[in-house]
Protein backbone atom coordinates (compact mmCIF):
# COMPACT_ATOMS: atom_id res chain seq x y z
CA UNK A 1 0.00 0.00 0.00
CA UNK A 2 1.39 3.49 -0.83
CA UNK A 3 -0.75 5.23 1.88
CA UNK A 4 0.39 8.37 3.23
CA UNK A 5 0.46 8.20 7.00
CA UNK A 6 -2.28 9.71 8.96
CA UNK A 7 -5.48 9.02 5.74
CA UNK A 8 -8.01 6.82 5.53
CA UNK A 9 -8.47 4.10 2.72
CA UNK A 10 -10.16 5.40 0.03
CA UNK A 11 -9.99 9.37 1.79
CA UNK A 12 -9.52 11.43 -1.73
CA UNK A 13 -9.42 14.56 0.19
CA UNK A 14 -6.71 16.92 -1.17
CA UNK A 15 -4.59 18.45 1.54
CA UNK A 16 -5.18 22.40 2.20
CA UNK A 17 -2.38 23.99 0.29
CA UNK A 18 -0.45 27.26 1.80
CA UNK A 19 -2.00 30.04 -0.44
CA UNK A 20 -5.78 28.54 0.51
CA UNK A 21 -4.98 28.72 3.90
CA UNK A 22 -3.19 32.20 4.11
CA UNK A 23 -6.20 33.75 1.71
CA UNK A 24 -8.80 31.93 4.52
CA UNK A 25 -6.75 33.61 7.31
CA UNK A 26 -6.48 37.14 5.76
CA UNK A 27 -10.16 37.05 4.85
CA UNK A 28 -11.38 36.40 8.73
CA UNK A 29 -9.45 39.31 9.93
CA UNK A 30 -11.42 42.60 9.37
CA UNK A 31 -9.69 45.75 8.47
CA UNK A 32 -11.00 49.28 9.42
CA UNK A 33 -10.71 52.50 8.82
CA UNK A 34 -8.07 53.32 11.56
CA UNK A 35 -6.23 50.07 10.61
CA UNK A 36 -5.92 51.33 6.58
CA UNK A 37 -5.29 55.31 8.67
CA UNK A 38 -2.48 53.85 10.42
CA UNK A 39 -0.90 51.52 7.26
CA UNK A 40 -0.52 54.85 5.32
CA UNK A 41 0.75 56.72 8.16
CA UNK A 42 3.46 54.51 8.64
CA UNK A 43 4.29 54.79 5.40
CA UNK A 44 4.29 58.45 5.59
CA UNK A 45 6.68 58.17 8.52
CA UNK A 46 8.54 55.60 7.10
CA UNK A 47 9.57 58.09 3.58
CA UNK A 48 9.93 61.36 5.82
CA UNK A 49 13.05 59.56 7.65
CA UNK A 50 14.85 57.85 5.02
CA UNK A 51 14.47 61.13 2.87
CA UNK A 52 15.83 62.67 6.13
CA UNK A 53 18.77 59.92 5.88
CA UNK A 54 19.42 60.15 2.48
CA UNK A 55 19.48 64.03 2.67
CA UNK A 56 16.06 65.29 0.88
CA UNK A 57 14.94 67.65 2.34
CA UNK A 58 12.71 69.18 -0.90
CA UNK A 59 13.40 72.54 0.85
CA UNK A 60 11.76 71.48 3.75
CA UNK A 61 8.99 70.38 1.83
CA UNK A 62 9.77 66.44 3.34
CA UNK A 63 8.10 67.95 6.42
CA UNK A 64 5.05 67.65 4.81
CA UNK A 65 4.73 63.75 5.16
CA UNK A 66 5.73 63.69 8.70
CA UNK A 67 2.37 66.56 8.99
CA UNK A 68 0.47 63.87 7.25
CA UNK A 69 1.70 60.45 9.15
CA UNK A 70 0.93 62.38 12.46
CA UNK A 71 -2.66 63.49 11.09
CA UNK A 72 -4.05 59.80 9.67
CA UNK A 73 -2.52 57.99 12.55
CA UNK A 74 -5.13 57.20 15.09
CA UNK A 75 -4.53 58.38 18.30
CA UNK A 76 -7.57 57.26 19.72
CA UNK A 77 -6.67 53.50 19.23
CA UNK A 78 -4.33 54.41 21.56
CA UNK A 79 -6.18 55.27 24.77
CA UNK A 80 -7.84 51.88 24.80
Known amino acids: MNQPAGRAKGDRTEPIGR ?3 SRAVLASIPVT ?3 T ?3 IAFGALSAWL ?3 FIGW ?3 GAIHLLLALA ?3 FPWRRLGG
Open 37 to 39: HAA
Open 50 to 52: GML
Open 19 to 21: DEC
Open 70 to 72: LAL
Open 57 to 59: TLG
Open 33 to 35: RSD
